[in-house]
């Protein structure tokens, strides 16, 4: 090819940010004349240089059709936007009419774009005139934005990534960086072997994928961390580690501080039993951090998911403050945002205790003046509900209307099952969603079809303070509408022309900016006011680039308080005294075990988007339980066993049973994604006591508590096949996708009378005859049959009796042919891989789709002793790298 057609190529391609963590992950996107979607990291971009995790490689798996909403629906129906929108805007008017605005609610997203975001704020604060709008980044980053305001005075970030290949020591608090932010962590892995002299240590109860880079691993008692940290601010007046000249200028509270610090965790005794950490571990975090100038401590859910979440963050930043290590390169407190634009949502006051453009809704004068510039009717007095209580609102019947935009709350909040029989009470639910059949859509009575990423214009906000261009490269899908658009629509025709004139995101995207500068006078460090006139041109054309924005600073400013001057009123930072809390849920004899739950590698929340796709999918087939040897033992439960986990709440849920003794002893960890659509009974939400920070309102999703046991079916089974089957007669089920085919773990009560009969009824085929073949082996309850369609394998089920089922990744490959030959057939018969095939075991390379099992015999057979030494003989690892902790484990396991 010549070299003008490569260059002609490349112009094809797209800038645009991917919709998954913080990061923030510059990608570069395009769909060819076959409809095939190539994405690649963008080498310009600062986040990531090119690098993409597992779920940013695979993004162009998750652009189809199939489970999109594609139409808006009024009760199912599907109607004309028009139709829709006045509907929305009538019934919400109606209610206003009747019970006043604070009668209806939205509840957005960090997913939605800065733009999307804007317009829904202003719509409820400034022209609905209530407080009730909340996203569900108040079940993520809202202790973080308190605790940042209480310290300094403003939700601000200090930090940048670069701190991170400049530190000396890196501290990863309640983080599993390695799954959840892949490509810092590969970032944190390079700068290590850059500079062997940074330390890592890593503080979370359970040992993760994490801990692979980390020096030290200390795994806390679960809702310790003020404990410890208050301990180390303790040791760093008795090692004389304090920054006197900065803690004198620049910062107020230190005595009280201190004062509260000592009768909590007086010596590294006393810090280490509460902690339930050995002495030594203590001493050397506490040695580490005293003697490290370039400190960086990153923290993420682990830290913020707690009932007293605001007051841990507290007690990390009160030691930054100590020693004065912040707001200079290669130190600072740094908390890690969960979602694309969880920063952008708080710079546009998405949370109901905020206004916009970081002014405080109970703050007369900021409500005055953001009321001005708005031109606003009827600004809310007062903060609206938060996300739980928001929810009880409805169960109240006090809020009649509530308008669901990008998130997916029967699954994602405390107490799912009480939220869902909110929604199924309430008067009107309105669900903006991509998807159709979410748990939570499934409920609305009116779904509007949204526009997302491939599709979707506008900007995002990454855990840097860095503002990125999502960029669109596809056509929206049916008559799928950008967010703001419809929240736009909405707004006019509820009688605010005047006020949403907008016909492009780069219109309001100025405006956002405008406001940011509005009567600021470095009041607020939150100020683009430099993109305000930007032309649309130079909106497409922005650069990634970090906030404030400023005349002074128009390209940008990577770092903040380098001068040491904070938001506060006197402008000095604050430190706060800490009384460390006990997690709000304690375990008791009924209920033994911490609840613990999080995310895994390959999948994104509810799954909606990477549930779709086949090589996300592999990593983790079903939802489990990770709970330790020793417990497993006591509780008589057996290593992929199904077990039953039950709360307080009187809930349970159905999952697999992992092993580990990574896991810590009376804690359970269980993955937060499985919802209805992917499992029978696997909504861990449902299980967990809504209790919340009283600072911040964040739920504790870290520390509810449970009971376990074994739970027995009848029988166990697995199917494959091209269409999605009736599950009648499955108590329980766990779906995932696979190239051309689901694939379900299966299992039942009730012995069929007769396992032929049953089987096509599961596989939707009833009374079929032809296109079968069968085997029963009735002495031992073995059942296998695959439906054959011209050679084509179109399904197959495998029933046993035990809950120990036989290998089955060789069976996906016969899914990939057009045809299977006699001897498969046989196979399939016989349920085992013909001679010369080995099972490949669970796909721990998503990218080259590589399993365990190969894994290990390539590293036995050609004595690999280095993660690139695989990538040399298997590729694994060498494209996104998401994988290489867990190859580190394989080798480490030989
Ligand atoms: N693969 C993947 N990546 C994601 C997401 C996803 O869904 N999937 N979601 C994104 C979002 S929105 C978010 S918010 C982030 C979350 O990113 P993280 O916060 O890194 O992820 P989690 O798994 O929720 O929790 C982190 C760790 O906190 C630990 N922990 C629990 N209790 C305690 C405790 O008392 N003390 C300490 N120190 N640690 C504790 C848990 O064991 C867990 O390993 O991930 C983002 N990235
Ligand atoms: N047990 C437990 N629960 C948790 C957590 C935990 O650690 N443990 N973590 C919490 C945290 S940190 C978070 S951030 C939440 C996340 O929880 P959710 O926000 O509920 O999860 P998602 O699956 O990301 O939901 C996003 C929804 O938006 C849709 N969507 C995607 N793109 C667009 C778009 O452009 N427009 C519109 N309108 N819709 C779109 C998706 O299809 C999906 O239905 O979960 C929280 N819940
Ligand atoms: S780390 Fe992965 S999920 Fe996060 S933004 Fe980058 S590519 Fe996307
Ligand atoms: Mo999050």
């Known amino acids: 090819m010549p070299d003008s057609d490569l260059t002609k190529q490349e112009d094809l391609f797209t800038n645009t940010t991917c919709p998954y963590c913080g990061v923030g992950c510059g990608v570069l996107a395009q769909m060819n004349e076959y409809g095939v979607v190539t994405v690649k990291g963008d080498t310009e971009h600062p986040a990531n240089q090119g690098r993409l995790c597992s779920k940013g490689t695979a993004l162009g798996e998750t652009v189809y059709l199939d489970e999109r909403l594609l139409y808006p629906e009024i009760l199912g129906e599907q109607v004309s936007w028009e139709q829709a929108l006045a509907t929305v805007a009538g ?106 002299d940074l330390m890592v240590v890593n503080i979370d109860p359970r040992k993760t994928q994490t801990s692979s880079v980390a020096d030290l691993h200390l795994d806390i008692r679960p809702g310790t961390d003020s404990v410890l940290f208050n301990g180390l601010l303790v040791w760093l007046e008795t090692a004389d580690e304090h920054n006197a000249m900065f803690t004198g200028n620049f910062t107020s509270g230190i005595q009280a501080a201190m004062e509260a610090a000592k009768k909590s965790a007086s010596s590294i005794e006393i810090v280490a039993a509460k902690c339930g950490l050995p002495i030594n571990d203590v001493q050397e975090f506490y040695r580490l951090f005293a003697r490290t100038e370039r400190t960086v401590t990153v923290f993420s859910q682990g830290i913020n998911q707690s009932s007293s979440g605001v007051d841990k963050i507290n007690s990390i930043i009160n030691c930054h403050l100590y020693t004065g290590r912040i707001g200079r390169p290669g130190m600072g407190p740094f908390s890690l945002t969960g979602q694309p634009n969880a920063m952008g949502g708080r710079e546009a006051g998405g949370l109901a205790n905020q206004l916009a453009a970081h002014m405080e809704i109970g703050n007369e004068t900021h409500r005055h003046r953001v009321k001005r510039f708005w031109n606003a009717p009827v600004m809310a007095e007062t903060e609206g509900y938060k996300a739980v209580n928001l929810f009880n609102a409805i169960a109240e019947g006090k809020i ?81 509408k950008p967010d703001w658009w419809i929240i736009t629509e909405v707004a006019r025709k509820m009688g605010f022309a005047d006020a949403f004139p907008y016909t492009r995101p780069a219109e309001i995207f100025r405006e956002h900016a405008r406001l940011s500068g509005f009567e600021n006078a470095n009041e607020r460090l939150f100020d683009i006011s430099a993109l305000s006139d930007i032309t649309d041109r130079q909106y497409n054309a922005l650069t990634p680039m970090q906030w404030p924005i400023t005349r002074a600073s128009p390209n940008g400013t990577a770092r903040l308080f380098s001068e040491a001057r904070f938001s506060t009123p006197d402008n000095k930072a604050r430190f706060i005294a800490i009384e460390p809390r006990p997690p709000a849920s304690a375990c008791s004899a009924n209920y033994p075990f911490v609840l613990n739950t999080g995310r895994v590698r390959d999948h994104w929340h509810t799954m909606t988007r990477t549930g779709m796709s086949p090589r996300l999918s592999a990593h983790t087939i079903e939802s489990y339980v990770e709970i330790h040897p020793d417990d497993a033992r006591l509780y008589a439960i057996r290593e992929s066993e199904l077990v039953e986990i039950t709360s307080p709440l009187d809930k349970s849920i159905y999952v697999r049973a992992r092993i580990s003794d990574k896991q810590q002893q009376g804690s359970l960890f269980v993955p937060m994604h499985w919802n209805q659509q992917f499992s029978s009974q696997a909504r861990v939400g449902s299980l967990i006591k809504a209790e919340l920070d009283p600072v911040s309102g964040q739920p504790e999703f870290k520390h509810s ?79 296998r049959a695959a439906r054959i369609i011209k050679d084509r394998l179109d399904s197959c089920i495998f029933i046993y009796p035990g809950n120990i089922l036989p290998p089955r990744d060789w069976l996906i490959s016969l899914f990939q042919k057009d045809s299977i030959t006699s001897e498969e057939r046989a196979n399939l018969l016989r349920g085992t891989p013909p001679a010369d095939q080995e099972d490949y075991g669970k796909v721990i390379c998503a990218c080259f789709n590589v399993g365990e099992k190969t894994l290990l015999q390539a590293i036995q057979a050609n004595d690999l002793k280095t993660v690139e030494a695989i990538g040399d003989t298997l590729q694994a690892g060498t494209n996104c790298g998401s994988c290489k902790p867990e190859l580190a484990e394989l080798l480490k396991l030989l």
Request: one cysteine or more; hydrophobic letters at 40%.
């Open 91 to 196: 019934h919400f008017e109606k209610i206003i009419e009747t019970h006043g605005p604070d009668a209806v609610a939205f509840y957005v997203s960090g997913q939605l774009l800065t733009e999307d975001y804007y317009v829904a704020n202003k719509l409820m604060k400034g022209f609905i005139g209530s407080g009730n709008i909340d996203t569900n980044s108040r079940l993520c980053m809202s202790s973080v934005v308190a605790g940042y305001k209480r310290a300094f005075g403003e939700d601000v970030v200090p930090g940048c990534y670069e701190d991170l290949d400049r530190a000396k020591l890196i501290v990863l608090v309640g983080s599993n960086t390695a799954w959840c932010h892949p490509v810092l962590y590969q970032r944190i892995v390079k700068a290590k072997k850059i500079n062997p």
């Open 705 to 783: 508590v449970a009971k376990i046991r074994p739970w027995q079916a009848n029988w166990y089974g697995f199917l494959i096949s091209r269409h999605k089957p009736a599950l009648k007669y499955a108590k329980y089920w766990a779906r995932s996708r696979g190239k051309g085919f689901w694939r379900y773990e299966v299992a039942g009560h009730a012995i069929p009378q007769d396992w032929s009969e049953h089987a096509h009824t599961l596989l939707n085929h009833p009374g079929e005859k032809e296109n079968w073949v069968e085997f029963y082996d009735k002495a031992r309850s073995h059942y």
């Open 400 to 480: 009649k209307a509530v308008w669901i935009i990008a998130t997916n709350p029967v699954v994602s909040l405390p107490e799912a099952d009480k939220v869902r029989s909110a929604l199924e009470k309430c008067e009107l639910v309105v669900v903006s969603d991509c998807v159709g059949e979410t748990d939570t859509a499934k409920l609305a009575h009116i779904r509007l079809p949204a526009t997302t990423w491939g599709e979707r214009d506008g900007t995002v906000t990454n855990s840097e303070r860095c503002i990125s261009r999502q960029r669109p490269f596809l056509e929206p899908p049916g008559l799928a």
